[in-house]
């Protein structure tokens, strides 16, 4: 039929182009934070690529239902613009016949936000987490190039190293700079190796020196040793328990159906639910006043679109803390949104107006002239 696919084609043709730009802005802002994170030492420079890359895809559920929504506002505004939908409403099409085109070009885009959302965001972000893992859980020593000052992963020593050793995990002529307890501790050693004890990661260091001095000087104490163990990073293995919720599978979520796990279900479930919302307000707000300019419509929308969205994340805090329960924020908001935006459509649709108060009444005069 010519009324549905030329209005595919062109939701289409806007659809494409406004992911374009928005997959180009935010991998570009990620790429800003991620090269941040690397001069941090958060993450390995050598994976920034592939950090970015995760990160863009944990955020597509939020793009697509944004590159979603814009596209069928900016066509429906440009049709209204153009006067083509005062043609279709001439020929009989009532702005309720646009929604089963709206939704059928839609539906892959929502199956692509439920697969990202309730698959692709907890994979992301759980290889990013074990990338980020892995790049803290190395040595120091693999941290620091050979003759460069170099901080530890937690910020709180400085390293220098002769890395003449036969494998990463030991080095010779080590230099450590540091400051606990109020004193100002360095410490130099002849060798050093990597070793884990109790779960918990040491560098022993051979035959060395350790000078201690207080920030406010009052003396010095100077000590030499055969063997020191000196703590440089946490526990080895992380435990299951303490894997951030975002992470977590979704059947993970199901399994264990706590305040916080139920809140990021609330979340991915809310992200396919909203996406649909999206595309019932977006026909409802898409009509233009001739006399305000072209750009006002898009701004309301996108105004519609952001509190919409930072409901969505404020409902997951309130289901965590247990203000709401998953069912009742859930139908309160997107059940609230879907009859709001019925309502609305029903209003546009069949002209429904409140009744004004003082309205013209013939009066008995008026009836007896």
Known sequence: MLFHSS????????????????????????????????????VNPSEVFLVMTYTVLGYMPTILSLCLFIAIVGTLSRMYRDSEMVIWFSSGRGLANFARPLFRFAWPILLLIAVFSLVGWPWANSQTLNMRQRYEQRSDIERVSPGEFRESAGRLRVFFIDKDAPDSATANNVFISSVERNLRIVTSAKSGRMEDINGIRYLMLGNGQRIEQPLQPTGIKISEFETYGARVGGRAVDSLDATPVRARSTLTLLRDPNAVNR???????????AGA??????????SVNPRVSRSGNLLFALFAFVVYFNLLNLGQNWIASGRF???????LLHGGMLLLGLLWLGKRQFNWALPR?????????????
């Open 277 to 286: 919302n999206f595309v019932l307000l977006a026909l409802t707000l898409s």
């Open 7 to 42: 209005l595919r084609k062109e939701l289409s043709r806007s659809f494409g182009a406004t992911l374009v730009v928005l997959v180009t802005i935010v991998m570009t802002m990620m790429l800003i934070r991620t090269l941040g994170l690397a001069s941090k030492g958060s």
């Open 263 to 273: 809140a990021e279900l609330a979340w991915r479930i809310g992200l396919l639910l």
């Open 325 to 331: 329960s998953m069912l009742g924020f859930m139908a």
């Open 357 to 369: 108060r003082g309205a013209h009444r013939p009066t008995d005069k008026a009836l007896v002239s």
